[in-house]
C-alpha cells in the first residue's frame, strides 16, 4: 500500500494522472484548507468561494487527465493560480452584468465611433498584444504580479490591495512601478509592440 503522506506533490499528481484517486484525495486534503481560505479573501462571499473551489479543482483534475500538466511549477502554486484566474473571470464577468441603459447618459452611445464594431485586423492585433502583455505579466516577480493583476484584472484601489496583501499603501504603489517598469524593459528586450 502507498504512503501518499510521504509523497511529493508532483509524485502525486503523477500517480493520479495513471489512475490513482487516493493520490488526488491526498493533494486535495493538503490543499483545500489554504485554497479555500484564499478564495474567500479575495472575493468576500461563502456560496461564490464554493463556486470557485470546486471549478478550480474540476479544471485541475481535466488538466491532469488530459495529460496537459507540467510540473514546471510547483502544484500548490498551479492550483493557486488556476483559483486566482477564476476569481479573475468572476469580477470581470460581473462588471460586463453591470451595464448601463443608453436612456440613462447624456451621449449617444448609439451614435459613439469610440464604441463602433472594430475591424477583423483591429482585432487580431489587440489580441495579439493582450496575449503579449499576459507573457510579461507571467514573468513578472510574484510581489509584482499580484499587485498588477489586483489594480488591473480586479479593479482594486491601492487601499484595498495593501490591506489585502498585508503591505503598505507605498509598497504596493512601488511593487505596481516596479511591474510596470520591468514589462517595459521586456517588451524592448524583445522587441513587443504594445500599442494597437
Not at 93 to 105: K, P
Amino acid at each position: 500500500m502507498n504512503n501518499f503522506k510521504t509523497m511529493t506533490d508532483e509524485q502525486l499528481v503523477e500517480m493520479y494522472a495513471y489512475g490513482s484517486n487516493p493520490a488526488f484525495d491526498e493533494l486535495l486534503n493538503r490543499h483545500k484548507s489554504a485554497l479555500h481560505s484564499y478564495i474567500l479573501h479575495m472575493v468576500c462571499n461563502r456560496d461564490l468561494t464554493e463556486d470557485i473551489f470546486q471549478e478550480t479543482f474540476l479544471k485541475a483534475i481535466t488538466t491532469i487527465k488530459q495529460g496537459r500538466y507540467t510540473s514546471q511549477d510547483k502544484f500548490k502554486a498551479w492550483v493557486m493560480r488556476i483559483a486566482h484566474n477564476l476569481i479573475i473571470d468572476s469580477f470581470r464577468q460581473e462588471r460586463n452584468e453591470n451595464t448601463i441603459s443608453n436612456d440613462e447618459v447624456e451621449v449617444d452611445l448609439l451614435n459613439d465611433m469610440r464604441l463602433c464594431d472594430s475591424t477583423i485586423e483591429d482585432d487580431m492585433v489587440q489580441e495579439q498584444v493582450y496575449a503579449d502583455i499576459r507573457k510579461l505579466v507571467r514573468h513578472l516577480p510574484d510581489n509584482q504580479r499580484e499587485v498588477l493583476e489586483m489594480r488591473y484584472y480586479q479593479d482594486l484601489s491601492f487601499k484595498e490591495i495593501a490591506d489585502m496583501t498585508g503591505v503598505s499603501i507605498n509598497t504596493a504603489l512601488g511593487r505596481m512601478r516596479y511591474a510596470i517598469l520591468n514589462m517595459r524593459r521586456m517588451a524592448e528586450e524583445h522587441h513587443i509592440e504594445l500599442a494597437f
